[in-house]
């Protein structure tokens, strides 16, 4: 994860994320245009790719797109202060997590080692004991990192499978929205962050209600949330 690709039209703050991220130990190639990110991200084997949303041509969210059609590589993308919507969609199409500009260097190299952290852990965890998880019609199996509703695969980004999977080892209990965020990403909560709410409406819209239109994860109002029991 150590190779690192910025795609982002502002030289300056590349000049600057370069030298910083540099400095802490990562080799930093930059891009400037849409469609010349989009090809570079999918020609050459980075560790993880930091994306703008707003750039000339082909934009981060067509950008992303592209690059998930054929990679899981992890993806932060770079969004304007205070627009949510830039940040649901990102995280919707796949991203592993955001950070609204301007920023502090010292927060986007955590969030970078905090899916470092999380990328090297699934990778070298041993074969689990329980290898599939099943709650209801939803099974998820841990050696293949598939999920399954009635049988039927479903399309999970990495940071949503392992939400699905800290939700169904605890299916009936309350997990804080704190604990989710250390589990899931890695990484401690912090102020105004929804990064975590933004990932649980999207495996939500992915697995759907149970019979009934009952949800299947249920929202507990300033605590965290609930992956309900179905009923028997």
Known sequence: MDRIL???DDSELCELLSDYLGSEGFHIET???????ARQALAEPYGLIVLDVMLPGMNGFDILRKIRESSKVPVIML??????????VGLELGADDYLPKPFNPREL???IRAIQRRTEAVNKEPVPQVKELKVGDIELCLTS????????????TSVEFNLLEVLLTHAGEVISRDELVEKVLGRQLSAYDRSIDV???????????????????KTVRSVGYLYSLPDN
């Open 6 to 8: 910025v795609i982002d």
């Open 199 to 217: 990932h649980v409406s999207a495996l939500r819209k992915k697995l759907g209600h149970y019979s009934g239109a009952t949800e299947r994860i």
């Open 109 to 111: 190299v955590a969030r």
């Open 145 to 156: 990192r598939s999920v399954k509703r009635a049988g039927e695969p479903i399309e999970l």
């Open 79 to 88: 969004t304007a202060r205070g627009d949510d919507i830039d940040r649901i």
């Open 31 to 37: 891009v400037h245009q849409g469609e010349e990110g």
